[in-house]
């Protein structure tokens, strides 16, 4: 059975920051790209940021850029978003996501495995 754990969610000020964490277990996720998205109530789920399986590529929703990093630790099996300058717009629920396929990095459909979310609230 493979799972996706995240944590460091919680509630912050405007302005703060968090670091999220995701580590699968059951399985080694050295070799795959990995994604984070949002879902804020009434809301699809969207992007936020993918990083290659090697960690030399990243991307971000523009929403985002230059506030999130997104990083990975292969060695410790763990993905990391590092969120700062948050604002109340990125109060969601934050999941964890690992593609196991070539494909866009973009879509919640090309990624194969999720984690159950854990909350971002920002309060203003």
């Known amino acids: 059975q493979v799972q996706l754990v995240e944590s460091g969610g919680g509630l912050v000020q405007s302005g703060g920051s968090l670091r999220l964490s995701c580590s699968p277990s059951?399985?080694?996720?050295?070799?795959?790209?990995m994604g984070w998205f949002r879902q804020a109530p009434g809301k699809e789920r969207e992007f936020v940021a993918a990083?290659?399986?090697?960690?030399?590529?990243?991307y971000y929703a523009d929403s985002v850029k230059g506030r999130f990093t997104i990083s990975r630790d292969n060695a410790k099996n763990t993905v990391y978003l590092q969120m700062n300058s948050l604002k109340p717009e990125d109060t969601a629920v934050y999941y964890c996501?690992?593609?196991?396929?070539?494909?866009?990095?973009?879509?919640?459909?090309?990624?194969?495995?999720w984690g159950q979310g854990t909350q971002v609230t920002v309060s203003s």
């Open positions: 059951g399985r080694t996720f050295s070799s795959y790209a």
């Open positions: 990083i290659s399986w090697s960690g030399a590529s990243t």
């Open positions: 996501a690992a593609r196991l396929y070539s494909g866009s990095y973009y879509y919640t459909h090309d990624y194969a495995y």
